[in-house]
C-alpha cells in the first residue's frame, strides 16, 4: 500500500491544521437489516408477522420490507459503532423468542422459493398509510414479480458531525448557506461513493451462488450462470449476484437519469419520473374490479422504487413524501445499500466491516467529487456490474475516468487515501480499530481467497454442500446461537412494550381515519 503516495485532501487538511479533525468521530451510524423467515422444511414462512414483535407498520425497530417473511431490523442511530452493533444483535434475541421453529435465513439470496405466488406480501392493517404499503407492493409484484423481492441485505446510515459541517464551511470559505453547503458536501459524498462504491461488493460480497429456485418464475434467466451443483448456479468469480443485474431487470429504471449534481436536481429528476406515466404499467391498470393493482401507472410508484446503491434521506412527517422533506429540510444522513448480508456473523454484520464503511463514507466526504454526467453515470454502472459478477477474476480491469485500471491497482489507491483518515478515527484508541480494519481490507486485495465470497464457494466445496444446505445449516447455527444467550428480562420487557405501543398506535391510526383511500392518495401525490 506504501508504494501509493497518499494526498491528503484539503478539507481533511483544513481540520487537521486547526485541531478540528478530532469531530470526525462524532458521525452517527445506524443499521437496517432484511432477513427472510422461513420455516422448518427451509421453505420461505408463510405466517403473518408474529404478533408478538409488534405492528410492522408503526414499530420504530422491527419491521417488514416487502415480504410478510421478510423482517427488517433498525437500530437507532449511535456515534459509537458498538452499540449501533449491540442494539441490533438485541433485537435479534428478542425476535428469536418469539419465532418458534422458524429460522431467520442468514443469506441475502432467498431460498426456498418455490415460485412467485409462494413469497406473501406485506400486509400493514387497514389504515390508509398501511393500504398505501400494501399496495406500493401489489405494484412491485405486477412490475419486476415478487421473487426477486425476497432478496435481503444490510443498509448503513451515516449522518456526517453535526459539528463539523460549519467547520467545513468556514474552511471552504463559502458564500453561500450552510444548508445549502450541507446538501452539495453530501452529494459531492454520493458521487464519489457511485465512483467507487465497487469496492464495497468486492470486499463484503457474499453472494456468489443462487438456488435454482430463484429462477422458477424467470426459467430464462438461468441460462446466463454455471452450474455449481444440480441445485445451485454461480459465476465462479462472482463477489454480489444480489448486486448484479438479475433483480430489478427493468427497462423503464434504466433509462432514468436521477441527477446527484444537486439537491434541487436531485428532487426534479425523481419527481418527474413519479409522474411520468409508463405505456407498460398502464396496461396493467390502476385499479382492476376497484381493486388496486398498483399506485400508479407511472415510471416510478413513490422514490423508494428507485433502486440506487445510495440514498439522500431526510427523516419524513407522517404522510410527507420524501423528496418534500428533502426539499424543505435538506439532508440529514445517506443511506448506503450495497451491502450483502455477512452469512459468517450471526447479526449479518461485524465490526470491522462497520468501521471500515465509516471511514470510506468519510474519504467520500472529504476528496473533491467534480459533478457528474450522463457517461460517468454509465461508466460507474459498468464498474458495478463487472465487479457483481467477476469482482475476483484474476487481471480484472475497471474503467477509472475513461481509462483503464486494473481492480487490485485502484482497490489500492482507494484504500491508501484511507489511510490518514483511519489514524485520525482511531486517536485516543489502544487497539487502533479503523487501521486495523483497513489492513485486513488490504489482505483482501491482495488476496481474493480471503474475501466472503470466495470463503462461502470454498466451504461449500469442501463440504460438498449446495447453496440451500450451507444457507440452511449456517441460519440453524445463528438460531442456536441466540436462543443460548437470552435477553435478560428488564431488555425483554422494554422490547414487549415498544411492540405493545406499537400494536396501540396502529390501532390509533386505523381508527383516526377519515379521508376515503382514493382521496387519501390523491392528496400525497399532490404534495408540491
Not at 418527474?272 to 396493467?284: G, V
Not at 477474476?393 to 485502484?410: A, D, E, R
Amino acid at each position: 500500500m506504501n508504494k501509493y503516495h497518499t494526498v491528503v485532501p484539503n478539507r481533511l487538511k483544513y481540520l487537521i491544521d486547526n485541531n478540528l479533525h478530532h469531530l470526525l468521530q462524532l458521525g452517527l451510524k445506524g443499521i437496517e437489516k432484511e432477513s427472510l423467515r422461513i420455516d422448518r422444511y427451509g421453505a420461505i414462512a408463510q405466517t403473518p408477522h408474529p404478533k408478538a414483535l409488534g405492528s410492522a407498520l408503526t414499530h420504530p425497530y422491527i419491521t417488514t420490507d416487502y415480504s410478510e417473511a421478510l423482517l427488517e431490523f433498525i437500530t437507532p442511530p449511535f456515534a459509537d459503532i458498538k452499540q449501533t452493533l449491540g442494539y441490533m444483535h438485541q433485537i435479534h434475541q428478542f425476535i428469536y423468542s418469539h419465532l418458534g421453529d422458524e429460522t431467520l435465513l442468514a443469506t441475502s439470496m432467498p431460498c426456498g422459493i418455490d415460485g412467485d405466488l409462494s413469497v406473501p406480501i406485506a400486509e400493514y392493517g387497514s389504515s390508509n398509510v398501511g393500504k398505501m404499503k400494501h399496495v406500493y407492493r401489489k405494484g412491485l409484484w405486477h412490475r419486476y414479480g415478487r421473487t426477486m423481492q425476497a432478496i435481503a441485505g444490510i443498509h448503513f446510515n451515516y449522518s456526517v458531525p453535526q459539528a463539523l459541517w460549519p467547520m467545513l464551511h468556514r474552511g471552504a470559505g463559502n458564500p453561500g448557506s450552510l444548508q445549502n453547503f450541507i446538501a452539495d458536501g453530501y452529494f459531492g459524498l454520493i458521487r464519489n461513493f457511485q465512483r467507487q462504491g465497487w469496492l464495497m461488493l468486492y470486499l463484503f460480497g457474499a453472494s456468489p451462488a443462487i438456488c435454482k429456485s430463484f429462477f422458477k418464475s424467470r426459467p430464462q434467466l438461468m441460462e446466463e450462470f454455471e452450474e455449481f451443483d444440480a441445485h445451485t448456479l454461480y459465476h465462479p468469480y462472482a463477489t454480489s449476484l444480489r448486486m448484479s443485474d438479475i433483480g430489478y431487470k427493468s427497462k423503464s429504471q434504466a433509462g432514468l437519469k436521477i441527477d446527484y449534481n444537486s439537491l434541487e436536481g436531485y428532487v426534479e429528476s425523481l419527481s418527474a419520473a413519479i409522474n411520468t406515466p409508463y405505456p407498460e404499467y398502464e396496461k396493467i391498470g390502476i385499479k382492476v374490479d376497484d381493486e388496486y393493482q398498483q399506485l400508479n401507472a407511472n415510471l416510478l410508484q413513490i422514490e423508494n422504487e428507485f433502486y440506487s446503491t445510495m440514498r439522500p434521506k431526510q427523516i419524513a412527517e407522517s404522510g410527507e413524501k420524501p423528496t418534500m422533506a428533502l426539499k424543505r429540510r435538506g439532508v440529514l444522513y445517506v443511506e448506503m445499500r450495497s451491502l450483502d448480508l455477512n452469512l459468517f456473523n450471526p447479526i449479518g454484520i461485524d465490526e470491522s466491516t462497520a468501521r471500515f464503511i465509516e471511514a470510506f463514507l468519510l474519504s467520500c466526504l472529504l476528496h473533491d467529487s467534480p459533478p457528474h454526467d450522463t457517461e460517468e453515470f454509465q461508466i460507474n454502472n459498468s464498474n458495478q456490474l463487472l465487479v457483481a459478477n467477476q469482482g475476483r477474476k484474476p487481471g480484472l480491469m475497471l474503467n477509472k475516468n475513461g481509462k483503464p485500471i486494473s481492480l487490485q491497482t485502484w482497490a489500492h489507491q482507494i484504500l491508501n487515501a484511507m489511510q490518514p483518515i483511519c489514524a485520525l478515527l482511531d486517536q485516543g484508541s489502544l487497539d487502533k480499530p479503523y487501521q486495523l480494519s483497513l489492513q485486513q481490507q488490504q489482505a483482501m486485495v491482495d488476496n481474493p481467497a480471503l474475501t466472503p465470497s470466495a470463503h462461502i464457494l470454498a466451504c461449500m466445496s469442501q463440504n460438498n454442500q449446495e447453496f440451500g444446505c450451507f444457507a440452511s445449516n449456517t441460519s440453524s447455527l445463528h438460531k442456536h446461537y441466540f436462543l443460548a444467550q437470552p435477553l435478560d428480562s428488564q431488555t425483554h420487557q422494554r422490547f414487549t412494550d415498544m411492540a405493545t405501543a406499537s400494536l396501540q398506535k396502529q390501532a390509533e391510526l386505523e381508527t383516526a381515519d377519515t379521508l376515503s383511500f382514493d382521496e387519501f392518495l390523491t392528496r400525497y401525490f399532490s404534495q408540491s
